[in-house]
């Protein structure tokens, strides 16, 4: 007997086994009509096949859909965010949880379109994706119905999910029937790699992380000896060109990710804490995010007023908090993002950094708007900067500390 | 004539050619008693000779004070800052800034000793030290007065500086007739480069810079091929040994700069935003404090709670700023310092560095406190976590988007 | 049958008829041994017919704990909040949320005092005071079992409950068996009304809620035509003497619980977003509360640095929420309380208030360390304030803002 | 002998005695063409007088300007500031500071308009205001040359002001040859005072202010026994409407203030901090602000989001700052200020407000955009709300503290 009150559902699918389980699953357990939806952000996997896969599991052509929303997603998501300098827990540059509005978007507009009642995904019970997406699609469609796989079967483990592909005569690829001593996540912006044999926190990540085939960036010792010198350019905030040849936000990252992963720039081994309660050590792989992050700042150091900086720096933890969360269709997201995007008209020009054995350095910033060009210097003999200012200007910012050292003075106060 | 109004002055001396300038130019314009104060603060250079100068420039013994406060510099004012991992304008650690409140206290302490009325530095009109200097006199001495020669003199130049000093027997030492085209400052946590040969700052740090003979680090190409692995032990959010070896505050980070500068750590090419109004680009060297930054957040990783490390993070780039402002003697500065260090009781245990060409990477992390723990982990089958919990939780944060989602898809809004 | 697995069961128990189901309903199906705790808090009502009504329902004399917690109340958890002059949402002085953490850390003490494994509390499953409660317990005990009888129990309605209340002899009083139009909930510092007769936010308050016989606070309409003034005292930011009598903080707000009402004032209409997520319409009754709110902000405005009054006013809506969510026993709320008291050492001195018809109003302030005070003014004189200082300290402050300015001529920019 | 520099100034001209004494020195001092220019921004004088007498003073007609600045006051400034419910240091509605960047804007748009190279104001040198004009001016045209009399002239006092009155035949206004005890500052916001009657923060503000003739608004005690409600409509957050009718902004503003006026509602004993660095104590009149201040947050009781609500509570007291500080042409108020307006959307609806006798009780809300509405209520029956959730959400939100209590229990911390 088949649960009620489900009638169609979009299936996020891979096409990979852990999908294909849930797809039978769901045609076990809810007896609904099953849409398919398999997204390309770069994560660097053929699409072709999971057309083949789904048809051959008996989901009608009709019902499967396959997106390339590479430029969409670096454009609209990894753009916006990077103009926020945005790091979690100071180090973080958030590649997997920037990826999973967008997912859902989609997922909730594919509905939408089919007249779907539900929406199901294949995140664990433990993790931070499951509230990503949930919460999205929330957000987005209010009377959705999410049906989160593992959080509601019975499998207990592998050996259950295997023997259940056996019998539905789903395909198991090779290697596949054990757990895999990691779980990786992927798309444009980054790799990340969790899970067992990571799990010790005290113990280096090991070789088979980060020196395994599909990996996204190389270690700093396997790096070339000759550091490479890359040319940043920048429009509102966001990069536009690299070495001076425009492409489109998809193909720009693309071209960093490459650059940055010959020079073995940007693996981080940490341990963030999760949205839902726990510690949690991962391994992320982010090369040209991590270029991205410093050129950046470096166009920003020159064009940015002050005042616009600090404010910045201030709110980008709940910013990053927000994001991390799974908070993105929010007003708050949305209100922080406006006071961002709001200071990043004038944050345009061209940055040089040096790539060189995992480091980035900036080596030069220069920009039409530039707060710092001698043009501004020479606007001190026109009155900018009189010596004579700094004095008044200390005695007034001063001011209350006399008065208040006065008053601690006569008290007898030694702090 | 004298300007009048200053019986007694304590000046900040080093002993160089600007401030043996100063000295005399104090005797000239006040006709005031001079008290001259030296401090070791890890800048590298020997104080002695700064005693056989005052001497010879007429001090009188009695009024000549040399103190090495490099322990007092690390434990109380080094480590309470890197216990919020702080960093100016997203990059910078505040090496100049933080000496500045030090050196004001004990010329404060030293004008209530020998019961001066006046103080006197030798830093620039057009920076941020004559605000950090000054605004802590004053917060600490109310009714101190300040004399700032650079702002009052009316030398023009170096030639006027020149022919003063010559004029008044005082040694000029060989090369420093000509401006120097960059000025360095220097404590036991960084070396900073600012001046002309800077001042483009889309032209690379020249190698008279980056290069020169008393460098604080040198540059990633010049490291070693070898990669070294360093442990970092804490306590209460400040480190206590390096591979096991406990040693003073100042002892711990004068073994950090060894190995940081041994690996070419810590350079930064910087344009940042002045507290006086302009923007300005140096070259910053803080191999130690690079490394230790990159040390307390991997121990924080581990044994800081979520609720307090985003805080912290939150609060952060205030503090910084109050920092690099000079405002340490402020009661805001107090009130943070406070919550910051109601989170450190327990940031304690050891974390392993790996140092490469100019890069610190965290491999590993362990604490007797730690959150992390298998212990730990084995607690969420007492209860501590239960998946299907996951769905309350996300049902409830998704609750008011739902509601909002609603309300809008009612009232026809698209965004 | 009985749930397993819990042996002895601490419950708040106010005596009433609910919490007398609850006890029923605990032995029926936990068959656990049951430890029943009363605390007075200032709620109004005695204490003493609780352990009748315990002895009655068959509870071991040993095992009823009545506790006067109401000085525990107001000096460890009132004040401390009041001296961040809190207020959640801009309006709402917590009254409610700020006694459950001390309620909940009374009840853990009894449970390590008896050893219980559990806790249990009455309040409802769509709330802010379960999460509040248990969120409590969960920091104070980790292993603790915590039983929510209304989120567990099978009774649908009101109905069900007074049969359940027949069928086991719990006394029903006149009146208890139909459901209240409002509900409430008291303390020393505040009562509150929620429910059905305040449904509608766009009808005002109804004379059975604002003019109940237990009401704290009278209207303004009711209130004396003779305005009232009175004199508060503090010191290190806490109330100390009322019209300069000494008293215990809680005869304290005692007394100016008598003031306002007396004079209308602290009835509050407020729509208010629960942690749970959804809006919650509520009247709130802090006659006392709002007097010291008004009289604390008055004697900071006199002794308070600048400094530390802006940071303090941009932690308080983090820290109200804090409290709000029932996150009192976390490390961030601690953090927070630690950089608060710190501003407050010079927070002393009287403060006058006039009360009228509902309205507070600052007529006087005076303190031993006034930052204000006539001396300070005097000071000028000594140099504290040179007119002149003023044009540099404008001059340096707008100077990013010219260079700015300067950038966006050239640049054509007309924003 | 004059002073160089100035060829032409636009002069901040009131008409009154001080303005009158600035336009000749300046005329005696600089020599150079000046331009006057009166603005209205509801501070109820009338402005024919200054016409007459700027002719009198030998001003070209086509040098003065007079503007009603009423409606671009209140749309543009006050109501901006209003969204994001601004209070300066918990209680000032700033009616003066937001008045600062419309007269300083103006101003300029003259300056550029007739070619003058500079601006000149009558504010003080120990007060604010000098700050936020020249902030402005400075923000608004890089280039400009600013005059500040108060801090030129050589007058050390009203004798030699009124002196210099005498001798330049300049017409002096009965009374007004004494200092006034108090100075007053107005417009339609509010009206603010100042000065030697107020000076002792202990002593009452005195009827010579608080009774004065040309007070904005009543003491609570003169107002009238009889309660009024009144109903504010709000579109985007914006005021609309009264009682059903709707105004242009500047006479709604005007109508709030009949109303509170005649109630007693909106005066302010304050003792507040200045940019510049001391304390200083006003009476503050802002009577129809205070009625907007809790129309519009009773309109986002219900129909602002949580997040957003609480976003816009820990932004505030910055943008306060900011105001108050005379920083409004700043890009950190401008980034501000989007975010604050990216959540106004939607913030629309009726509030019905009880005022009585210096009192605001909202005691009324309702929106076709309300996030409370009994529609949205019955939204739970469909899934919105399950109690069974609420297990979830508070054991996931208290995780993190049962580890770390798990943590300290091991380690036996007590805290």
Not at 171 to 183: D, L, T, V
Not at 191 to 203: H, K, M, N, R, Y
Not at 259 to 272: M, Q
Request: with cysteine.
């Amino acid at each position: 007997m088949t649960k009620s009150g489900v009638k169609k559902v979009v299936l996020a699918y891979s096409g990979g086994l852990d999908t294909s389980i849930i797809l039978k699953w769901l045609e076990d357990t809810y007896g609904c009509e099953i849409v398919t939806f398999t997204a390309d952000l770069g994560q660097g996997e053929e699409l072709a096949p999971a057309r083949e896969k789904a048809l051959k599991m008996g989901v009608k052509p009709d019902n499967i859909f396959i997106d390339d929303l590479r430029e969409e997603f670096v454009r609209d998501f990894v753009f916006p965010m990077f103009r926020a300098n945005t790091l979690y827990e100071g180090q973080y540059l958030l590649g997997t949880s920037i990826a999973r509005p967008l997912i859902a978007k989609r997922q909730i507009e594919i509905a939408n379109m089919v007249g779907a009642d539900a929406v199901c995904h294949g995140a664990t019970g433990k993790g931070n994706d499951q509230v990503r997406f949930e919460v999205s699609y929330y957000a987005l469609k209010p009377d959705v119905k999410v049906i989160a796989p593992w959080r509601e079967w019975e499998f207990e483990g592998r050996p259950d999910l295997i023997a259940y592909a056996k019998k539905h005569g789903i395909q198991i690829a090779q290697g596949k029937e054990q757990a895999a001593p990691f779980s990786i996540d992927a798309n444009l912006l980054h790799t990340s790699s969790e899970g067992l044999a990571l799990e010790d926190p005290d113990v280096e990540v090991p070789d088979i992380v980060s020196k395994r085939g599909d990996r996204r960036t190389i270690t700093p010792e396997e790096a070339p000896d000759q550091a490479e010198t890359v040319t940043l350019s920048f429009e509102r905030g966001d990069l536009v060109a690299i070495n001076g040849k425009p492409m489109k936000a998809h193909e720009l990252l693309a071209e960093l990710n490459r650059l940055g992963s010959k020079h073995g720039i940007g693996g981080l081994d940490l341990v963030e804490n999760r949205y839902v309660g726990m510690k949690s050590r991962g391994y992320y792989e982010t090369p040209g995010g991590t270029i991205l992050w410093y050129g950046h700042r470096a166009i920003e150091q020159i064009t940015l007023d002050r005042g616009a900086a600090h404010l910045k720096d201030e709110l980008m933890p709940r910013y990053a908090s927000l994001i991390y969360n799974g908070f993105w269709w929010t007003p708050e997201r949305v209100m922080l993002q406006a006071a961002i995007d709001a200071s990043q008209g004038s944050v345009a020009g061209d940055v040089k950094l040096k790539l060189y054995k995992g480091g980035v350095r900036t080596i030069g910033r220069s920009s039409p708007y530039s707060l710092y060009s001698k043009a501004l210097v020479g606007f001190d003999e026109a009155g900018g900067y009189n010596q004579a200012d700094a004095e008044g200007f200390i005695k007034l910012n001063a001011l209350r500390l006399r008065i208040l050292a006065e008053r601690d003075k006569k008290r007898g106060k030694n702090e």
